[in-house]
């Protein structure tokens, strides 16, 4: 079975698909979550059969929060990172959707650039953390040629995320499935107001809600474009970062 014949036989419609060098680009934006999760279990067993190829998924999801397997002791009482409350669940007015990955709360909402890498990690030659530099990097990059340079991005703290001084703008979080990755990075491109009071009452990857950003936010330029006219701008710019790698 050829990737193509995946996505058919699933009869996934509105996307865009690409390819080169034995790497798949999905596109497909505001695609409700739990689809794309069920795609992504797909993808990832597809790779596992076909590990020297990759696939990587670019979308956005309608608001909703994803709830990872847990902090990690340690790091709540070295950065005094603060747990979810379950007791939150119905009475926020965005969904929780308990997944495998690693970490602890996380947002999504169509303002954002989501990747979601689907890599054999042993047939790349790659180690978790390197697949994770690879994605910070090529989003950067990606960042920086998209008409609106942003200096002082970092993602080489020790919570991960891509920031800017103190502001977070962009979460990662990743499982291996056979040693295929599968989750990924959530970029928050512009704001949504759902979610912003959403946040102020949770606290996403152990952190108060006010220190999410955007990039339409800390940008030195302006925009001088729409909010999605950018947000395409930036997609198209990263897929040439992922092919350069």
């Not at 193509?4 to 009869?11: V, Y």
């Not at 497909?28 to 990587?56: H, R, S």
């Not at 309608?62 to 950065?79: A, C, N, S, W, Y």
């Not at 959530?186 to 979610?195: Q, V």
């Amino acid at each position: 079975m050829t990737f193509n014949n995946l996505i058919n036989d699933l009869g996934i419609k509105d996307y865009s698909l690409e390819s080169k060098n034995q790497i798949y680009i999905f596109h497909k934006d505001n695609w409700d979550y739990l689809e794309a999760l069920a795609f992504q279990e797909k993808a990832n067993e597809y790779i596992y059969n076909n590990p020297e190829q990759m696939v990587y998924i670019i979308t956005s999801h309608p608001e909703v929060f994803t709830m990872g397997r847990g902090l990690q002791r340690d790091q709540i009482e070295e950065h005094g990172l603060v747990d979810f409350d379950q007791a939150l669940v119905g009475k926020i007015d965005v969904p929780v959707v308990e997944i495998k990955r690693g970490g602890g709360l996380t947002f999504h909402h169509p303002g954002q650039v989501i990747v979601y890498p689907i890599v054999h990690i042993g047939q790349q030659k790659l180690r978790t953390i390197e697949l994770i530099n690879k994605l910070f990097k090529s989003t950067v990059n990606a960042i920086n040629t998209s008409d609106n340079t942003i200096h002082d991005l970092d993602f080489d703290r020790p919570l991960l995320g891509l920031w800017h001084g103190e502001k977070k703008v962009a979460s990662m979080g990743i499982q291996l499935k056979r040693f295929v990755s599968m989750h990924g990075m959530a970029l928050n491109i512009y704001p949504s107001e759902k979610m912003n009071k959403a946040l102020m009452m949770t606290f996403p990857c152990g952190l108060p809600g006010d220190i999410y950003n955007t990039l339409v936010n800390i940008s030195s330029d302006g925009l001088n474009t729409s909010y999605e006219e950018y947000r395409m701008r930036f997609i198209n710019q990263l897929v040439k970062e992922i092919y350069k790698n």
